[in-house]
């Protein structure tokens, strides 16, 4: 389109914006959709003599081509977009610009630039560094780190760390200072719950409520029980969810010794 054709399509366009005001929202969502199926019905007719001419049932598209696609349907979603685009499907125009876009700021492919990250660790680093854990297994990372400096090795404490993450192995100093929660939860699962809030939005007349969902789950068995709802949760109806959940018949805490939240004031003192 040149530039008179611009300023047409757009002075229509302010000619039919002016009927908001008016009210005649109808009229102009009519020619609004009118417009898109003329469009349309033009790049049909495109497509059918491009078929004849070339034998083809799509057209071939360059990586600039797919890339403007791609750039543009990115902002619709899939249902509008499979509604505007017969041709290729939605994943497809994803794919571009997952590929194509994202390439284009990509530039670690370019053989002039620096290499990133991290420098490489030496196998000889690495060896030796395993071999002087395993052979001090109560040596702290700043202690390993410091023998190394002595053995002629510059590695510093953090990416000892790194290393012996990735080798599973932790020292016993540091395993005391953050406990082993994987080791509490296999001793403790079956004596130990959870219990937390969750949102819930409720469409009453009114419009929307938010309501307060106390829920429970038991560690060991993975069950969740609903404590209840309430709008404005409080410490006074806590407290009362706890005593259902503790009652001496049928409570869902009965044989529980820990209980696991954080730090909500909805969970007073009372509560616990």
């Known amino acids: 389109m040149n530039s008179k054709q611009v300023n047409k399509a757009t002075n229509r ?8 005001k008016d009210g005649n929202l109808r009229t102009i969502l009519t020619n609004l959709q009118t417009m898109c199926e003329y469009q349309a019905e033009k790049l049909r007719i495109y497509e059918e003599h491009l078929t004849d001419l070339t034998g083809k049932d799509r057209p071939e598209l360059t990586d600039s ?17 499979a509604a505007v685009e017969p041709t ?3 994943g497809t125009l994803r794919h571009w610009y997952n590929t194509l876009v994202g390439a284009k700021y990509d530039s670690t492919k370019n053989p002039n630039q620096k290499k990133r990250g991290r420098k490489p660790i030496s196998k000889e680093i690495v060896d030796e ?4 854990s395993q ?3 109560d040596w702290g990372y700043d202690r390993i ?14 990416t000892i760390k790194h290393i012996l993450d990735a080798h599973g192995i932790v020292p016993d100093p540091e395993r005391r200072k953050r406990g082993d929660w994987n080791q509490f ?25 938010r309501e307060s969902l106390l829920f429970f789950m038991d560690i060991g068995t993975r069950e969740v029980r609903c404590g209840g709802i309430v709008h404005a949760p409080d410490g006074n109806w806590t407290t009362q969810i706890a005593r259902n959940m503790c009652d001496t018949w049928d409570g869902f805490l009965l044989g529980k010794k820990y209980l696991i939240h954080d730090c909500d004031s909805l969970f007073n003192r009372r509560f616990e």
């Open 13 to 20: 366009l302010i000619s039919f914006m002016g009927d908001v």
């Open 65 to 81: 081509d797919k890339r403007r696609l791609a750039q543009k349907g990115k902002t619709l979603n899939d249902y509008l977009l």
């Open 88 to 90: 290729w499907a939605p």
């Open 129 to 132: 560094l395993l071999l002087l």
């Open 135 to 137: 052979r001090n297994p």
């Open 145 to 158: 780190a410091g023998t190394m400096k002595y053995l002629g090795y510059d590695v510093c404490a953090s």
């Open 185 to 209: 939860i296999e001793t403790q699962q079956h004596v130990a719950a959870a219990t937390d809030f969750a949102q819930v939005e409720i469409l009453t007349p009114y419009g929307l409520v």
